[in-house]
């Protein structure tokens, strides 16, 4: 019996880190909070940074970022990124820095993590794709659009976590200059929630079991209206999956399975 488990322990504008575990295969993707606050998320769902394995980089941005300088410098975790994004990193022991030009596939013992390209206004910015088991479970946040290359690598995925950033009345009424609103409507900004509903429903057709929204705006979006929005899409097109929020700092299951 091999047990699944994956975990979003912050999500949102102000910090990104989701927790993988596979067997005895450990990861995570993306650590942007401090190592202490990650620390502490992963002691409460059972978990600690002593099985890390790796920590697998989406993109450059502080959001996903901030705790890897502590977390090479104190627990000496690989970190696989993008060349590019990797060169742009400081205070990191290159000979933890492994380069990884997307698409990629990493296989760490039983599992396979394969990042595909995305949309978005950094160096370079991938989602993930982990195999294991026969299984598939897809990660895509910061993503302008959901391109072929999104659609293609999520299609068929079991359980996944997607980007609903933005409400476009909030985000067109709202305090942001203008500048910045364009920036994140724009094709290498974020995803909105429409957008977000639309993927949803292609991937519960597609027989995606478990969504879990994620990265949402803190001034414009809010967990129910971004709850909401998808949901009535599933409804309207008859389509049942289990629908959650990733909560802004506290762990948020994906999904746990424990696979024969
Ligand atoms: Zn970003
Ligand atoms: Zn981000």
Redesign the pocket.
């Known amino acids: 019996m091999n047990a699944v488990q994956i975990f979003t322990l912050c999500s949102g504008?102000s910090g990104?880190c989701t927790f993988c575990r596979f067997g005895n295969t450990s990861f995570l993707i993306d650590a942007?909070a401090s190592r202490r606050a990650i620390g502490k998320a992963l002691d409460s769902i059972g978990a600690s940074l002593s099985e890390l394995s790796a920590i697998f980089v989406?993109?450059e941005?502080s959001?996903?970022i901030k705790g890897l300088a502590m977390l090479a410098k104190y627990d000496k975790i690989p970190i696989y990124i993008a060349p590019v994004s990797g060169k742009s990193l400081s205070g990191i022991d290159e000979g933890l820095l492994i380069p990884m030009k997307h698409p990629a596939a990493v296989t760490l013992g039983d599992v396979t993590v394969t990042s595909f390209d995305t949309l978005h206004d950094s160096l370079s910015s991938c989602g993930f794709v982990i195999s294991y088991g026969g299984e598939r479970f897809g990660y895509a946040?910061?993503i302008g659009r959901p391109t072929q290359e999104v659609t293609d690598a999520l299609c068929g995925c079991r359980a996944v976590i997607l980007e609903a950033n933005y409400d476009k009345d909030m985000l067109r009424e709202g305090p942001y200059p203008y500048p910045l609103k364009q920036r994140i409507a724009g094709k290498y900004g974020?995803l909105d929630n429409d957008t977000a509903a639309k993927f949803c429903a292609f991937l519960g057709k597609t027989g995606t079991e478990r969504i879990l929204l994620a990265?949402l705006s803190n001034e414009n979006n809010t967990p129910a209206i971004a709850y909401e929005t998808v949901h009535q899409k599933l409804e309207e097109e008859n389509i049942t999956l289990s629908l959650g929020v990733a909560d802004r700092y506290a762990p948020t299951e994906l999904i746990t399975l424990a696979l024969c």
């Open positions: 504008s990104n942007g989406t993109h941005h959001d996903h946040t910061d974020h990265h």
